[in-house]
């Protein structure tokens, strides 16, 4: 078992109250702030999308805010790792484990939208994190019930993941089609028929030649 994962475990049985052994915790110390935060902004994630109720959910929240602690402190091993957490990294996990709870609610998606703001202040002007981050605020305006804004936000989004040549965001914007078009009523409107369209020519541009 790498120590990356066993760290992932320690940060789980941590927050939910479990008891961790002297050498889970020995593990955890030896990894630098800047790993730790990268293991716990997953771990706070994950548990969002896998939260039962509001006490999980407040569980991943605390995972999160905790890596808050983690931001601008020195990266001894950034050669080993992907990706570093900043403040607008911060707040786009935080937008993620809001829209990721599979309980979210209106209130959520207003939250959420507040730290696309927050993270939009903080933006390193990453056309992969932009891409992303539209890709949430469409998200939240259909958990809130905005079908017409959740398409309007949903076509602004396309280009923009179309040009990061990310397959996860358009999979993502996807989603959100096939959850407008299974609506009963605005299922069959016109608007999300003209979405189904301009998804499909990003998605199999050879149709329409």
């Given at each position: 078992?790498?120590?990356?994962?066993?760290?992932?475990?320690?940060?789980?049985?941590?927050?939910?109250?479990?008891?961790?052994?002297?050498?889970?915790?020995?593990?955890?110390?030896?990894?630098?702030?800047?790993?730790?935060?990268?293991?716990?902004?997953?771990?706070?994630?994950?548990?969002?999308?896998?939260?039962?109720?509001?006490?999980?959910?407040?569980?991943?929240?605390?995972?999160?805010?905790?890596?808050?602690?983690?931001?601008?402190?020195?990266?001894?091993?950034?050669?080993?790792?992907?990706?570093?957490?900043?403040e607008e990294r911060y707040h786009l996990n935080r937008a993620t484990a809001f829209l990721a709870y599979p309980k979210s609610k209106p209130a959520h998606a207003i939250a959420a939208r507040n730290e696309l703001k927050q993270a939009s202040d903080r933006s390193i002007h990453s056309l992969a994190r932009h891409a992303f981050s539209t890709t949430l605020l469409a998200k939240s305006y259909l958990i809130e019930g905005q079908y017409p804004m959740a398409v309007a936000y949903t076509e602004n989004a396309l280009t923009t993941v179309f040009s990061s040549n990310s397959t996860m965001n358009m999979a993502r914007l996807d989603a959100i089609y096939q959850h407008l078009k299974m609506d009963h009523s605005y299922g069959k409107s016109t608007d999300v028929a003209l979405l189904g369209t301009k998804l499909l020519k990003l998605q199999k541009p050879e149709l329409f030649h």
């Amino acid at each position: 078992m790498s120590s990356g994962y066993q760290a992932f475990l320690l940060i789980i049985d941590n927050f939910t109250k479990f008891s961790y052994t002297k050498r889970k915790r020995a593990t955890w110390e030896k990894i630098s702030s800047a790993l730790r935060s990268i293991i716990m902004s997953g771990a706070g994630v994950t548990y969002a999308y896998t939260a039962r109720d509001k006490g999980e959910f407040d569980t991943a929240l605390k995972v999160l805010e905790s890596t808050g602690k983690e931001i601008g402190k020195d990266v001894e091993d950034s050669l080993m790792i992907a990706a570093t957490l900043d403040e607008e990294r911060y707040h786009l996990n935080r937008a993620t484990a809001f829209l990721a709870y599979p309980k979210s609610k209106p209130a959520h998606a207003i939250a959420a939208r507040n730290e696309l703001k927050q993270a939009s202040d903080r933006s390193i002007h990453s056309l992969a994190r932009h891409a992303f981050s539209t890709t949430l605020l469409a998200k939240s305006y259909l958990i809130e019930g905005q079908y017409p804004m959740a398409v309007a936000y949903t076509e602004n989004a396309l280009t923009t993941v179309f040009s990061s040549n990310s397959t996860m965001n358009m999979a993502r914007l996807d989603a959100i089609y096939q959850h407008l078009k299974m609506d009963h009523s605005y299922g069959k409107s016109t608007d999300v028929a003209l979405l189904g369209t301009k998804l499909l020519k990003l998605q199999k541009p050879e149709l329409f030649h």
